[in-house]
């Protein structure tokens, strides 16, 4: 009875398995023809009976299905999409070569249309829609560039789990995008220029229109994968991750003063503050003698609230580069947020012998704050001599510290 069963269900899929192959026949007629409602309708009736096929007629079916959307005039996202989403259902039954072939051709086409589509949308800031198209155009092409921009795109349109995913795939895969460049520099312009290749630059070494050949690296994508990485994690609060990323990234990459410079900043922001503080103490000690870099640490601490330590690094540029505009400017604004709380104390006290003896303590310690403000306060009223409230605060102070003279001397170059 059981082999009568099985029998009865092979002869009722034969004729399905025919009628099936028949319809993707009749289907591949009609793109070729150019009718697509037809063919649309062919390939419906296929579907109906997809159990009884085989891997080859499965494969067929979603190539017929790719070509027939391939060939309408209106490529927009979701058909460049479902092309690539047939192509890939058909190469996973093992498609024969001639069913290869034309997948490669599809996927070829599907490269540059996905791609230029991706751009356009892209420039419109359309950027979830060009997330998709760079995806399309990566799994088109393998192109780990398209991926990268697709990760970029899903960052802007804020879709932070599709950027978090991508980013990171990127970084374990490897991605860097740094390429060799081979230079060398133009006897004529004195100016360096890259070729294509080592061959084509010794020919021009050889001909002798350039001199001193070179190889150079192009910039890794490396610091912009982790910034995009911490973004989408602070986003998602899941900024663990973000860290475990940028740490396997400096146990790569020890000795990367770029990478060491990146990872500064994005701990700050991912609040590891651990990490923050080691990394600042190895820089500082690789480069003592660097001014702009104590600069940015002021920044980064005050930015962390840590304000004493923020005030000890901009002293230490200023001690480096006396010069230093916004150093100088940062810190006398740090020094005056300090007074804000001196007077509000010194006005909510009574006139008991206590708080009359506290007043007199507090008179002292804004006189003491004012006189470490003071030569900051000059070299930037010195250097930017219009700028008026930064004039009126040191005349302020001045009148404050009874220095009369100097208070005089200001207030007759305002009056010229």
Known sequence: MKNITILAAL??????????????????KAVNSGYLSSASSYLQQAKRIFAAADDKTRAHYYVVEAEMNLAHKDLDKNRLESISNSIKLASSYNPDSSLLLRISEIESKLKGLSANAAVGEFKKKNYSEAATLYNVAYD?????????????????????????RAYSRLFYMGYTDAKIRYVATNVESQKKEAFSSS?????AIRQGTHKKPEIAMTSSKIPELLRGVTMASIELNNKHAAVAIIDNALA????DRLLLNQAFHLYRQLDAKDKYFKIMDLLSKETPNDPNMYYNFGVSSTQNNDIERAMEFYKKTLDLKPNHVNATLNLSLLLLEQETGIVEEMNSLGMSDAEEKRYEELKLERTKLYNEVLPYLESIVASQPQDKDWVTKLMNIYSYLGKDSKL???????DD
């Open 11 to 28: 002869l009722i899929a034969i004729p399905s398995m025919k009628a099936q192959k028949q319809e993707i026949k009749k289907a591949e």
């Open 140 to 164: 088109a092409t393998k192109d780990t560039i398209h991926f990268f921009n697709a990760a970029k795109s899903h960052l802007l349109a804020k879709e932070y789990d599709e950027a978090f």
């Open 199 to 203: 061959s084509a630059r010794n020919t």
């Open 252 to 255: 790569k990459m020890p000795n």
């Open 408 to 414: 005089a001397i200001l207030q007759e170059k305002i």
